[in-house]
C-alpha cells in the first residue's frame, strides 16, 4: 500500500515537472504593492502563507497569495530583519531586530500596529555598531542568523564588524563564522551535508560541509563568483531546488542568477523589474513559485517614477524546478509559553 502511493506521489511529481519544463513558459508577476526594503521571504506551507520582513519599517508582512491580500504587523524594536514561524504554534514567530532575537505573538490575519513581542536573547553587544540581517533555520530547528555594520546615509557599511551566529533551544549565540561584512544569503542542499553562504561584498558564494547532527560547519570553499560573470551588483538572499542549485538575488543587478554549486557554472539570469533584488524562497502548493523580495526604500520622487515597482515583492512562474520545504525554529515549550509582552 506504502510502495503504491509512493509510486503514485513521485508519478505526479513527474508528470508535474515535464508539464512545467514543457508547456508552460516562465514569467514574473507583481504580487504585492511596493513596501520599503523587502526582504527575508519565508514560505508557511502548512498555511500556505508568505511571510516577509520591511526592514527600515520595522513590519513583518504576511502575503495570503491566494486573494493577495498583505496583512503587517509593526514591531518597533529596531529594524527588522528576518522572520521564521516557531514550529508547532500557530502563532507565535521569531525574528532577527535590531540587535535581538525577538518572540513575536501574531495570529496574522489581522493588521497589528503593536505587535506584543519578547527578547529571546542578545545577539550583538549592546555597544556594537551592527544590527542583525538574514537567517535561515536548518533541518535541527536551530536559527542560522548573520549580523552586518550599521548602514551609512551613503548606503557604506564598515568592513568586517558582522559575524554568523547558531542559535538553538538554549538560546545562546554560538559565532560560527566572524568577521563578516554584510551577512546575507543561507542555505542547505537537499541531502543536509552542504552549507552555502554570503557575505555580500566579497561578490562570492561559499560552501562548507555540514553536519546536521552537531550543526558544525568546515571546510570553505568558494564555489562561485560573481566577479567572473558579466552582471553589476552583489549577491544578497540565497535559496537550492531539489536539484542542489542555488538562486540568488543580486543586488543592484536587476536579477536572480540561478547557478550550479557542483560545476560553478551560470545556469540562468531572471530579470526582475527593481534594481535592488533582495531575497528569494520558493513556495506555492507545489513548491515551485519563486517568491522575490526587492528594495524600494530612500527613493527620490524621481526614482520611484521610473521604478514603480521597487521594493514589490514579485513571484517568478514556470521555472521548472522545486524548492525544498522551509524549517521552523524549535523552543522549547516552556521558553514559548511564558508569554511576556515588552509594550
Ligand atoms: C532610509 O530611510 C530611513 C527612513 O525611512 C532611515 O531611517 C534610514 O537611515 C535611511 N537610510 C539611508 C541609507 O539613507
Ligand atoms: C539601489 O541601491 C543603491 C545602493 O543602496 C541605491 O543607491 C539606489 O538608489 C537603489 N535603487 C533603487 C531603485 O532602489
Keep these: 500500500m506504502r510502495n503504491a502511493i509512493c509510486k503514485y506521489v513521485s508519478l505526479t511529481c513527474v508528470l508535474i515537472v515535464l508539464i512545467h519544463s514543457g508547456e508552460t513558459r516562465m514569467r514574473v508577476e507583481k504580487v504585492t504593492e511596493p513596501f520599503g526594503l523587502s526582504e527575508g521571504p519565508h514560505w508557511n506551507h502548512r498555511t500556505q502563507k508568505l511571510y516577509f520582513v520591511d ?50 505573538t501574531w495570529e496574522g490575519d489581522e493588521d497589528s500596529k503593536k505587535v506584543p513581542f519578547k527578547v529571546l536573547t542578545s545577539i550583538e553587544s549592546s555597544s556594537s555598531d551592527t544590527r542583525v540581517n538574514d537567517g535561515k533555520v536548518d533541518s535541527s530547528g536551530r536559527f542560522w542568523i548573520g549580523t552586518m ?4 546615509l551613503n548606503g557604506d557599511v564598515t568592513p568586517n564588524q ?10 545562546k549565540p554560538k559565532k560560527e563564522i ?49 566577479n ?22 543580486v543586488y543592484g543587478g536587476h536579477h536572480v542568477i540561478h547557478v550550479n554549486p557542483k560545476t560553478q557554472k551560470l545556469l540562468k539570469k531572471v530579470k526582475i523589474p527593481a534594481e535592488n533584488v533582495t531575497s528569494v524562497a520558493f513556495g506555492g502548493p507545489l513548491l515551485d513559485i519563486l517568491y522575490v523580495t526587492t528594495a524600494g526604500h530612500n527613493l527620490t520622487a524621481e526614482q520611484r517614477k521610473k521604478t514603480p515597482y521597487a521594493g514589490s515583492v514579485f513571484a517568478v512562474k514556470g521555472l521548472g524546478v522545486r524548492g525544498i520545504l522551509a524549517n521552523s525554529f524549535v523552543m522549547n515549550e516552556k521558553q514559548s509559553d511564558e508569554e511576556k509582552s515588552d509594550e
Design 149 to 152: 555594520g550599521n548602514e551609512k
Design 228 to 249: 567572473k560573470i558579466n552582471i553589476e551588483g552583489v549577491p544578497d538572499g540565497m535559496t537550492i531546488d531539489t536539484d542542489g542549485n542555488l538562486w540568488i538575488a
Design 178 to 226: 566572524t568577521p563578516v561584512t554584510i551577512s546575507n544569503g543561507l542555505a542547505w542542499n537537499i541531502d543536509d551535508n552542504t552549507f552555502y553562504y554570503i557575505d555580500s561584498p566579497t561578490r562570492q558564494i561559499a560552501a562548507y560541509d555540514y553536519d546536521p547532527n552537531t550543526g558544525t560547519i568546515s571546510n570553505k570553499r568558494i564555489v562561485f563568483d560573481l
Design 55 to 104: 526592514i527600515y519599517n520595522q513590519y513583518i508582512r504576511r502575503l495570503d497569495t491566494a486573494t493577495g491580500v498583505v496583512t503587517s504587523a509593526y514591531v518597533g524594536h529596531g529594524p527588522v530583519s528576518v522572520v521564521v514561524p516557531v514550529d508547532d504554534t500557530s502563532d507565535k514567530l521569531v525574528a532577527g531586530s535590531g540587535k535581538d532575537l525577538i518572540l513575536v
Design 162 to 171: 558582522g559575524s554568523l551566529y547558531r542559535i538553538d533551544d538554549t538560546l
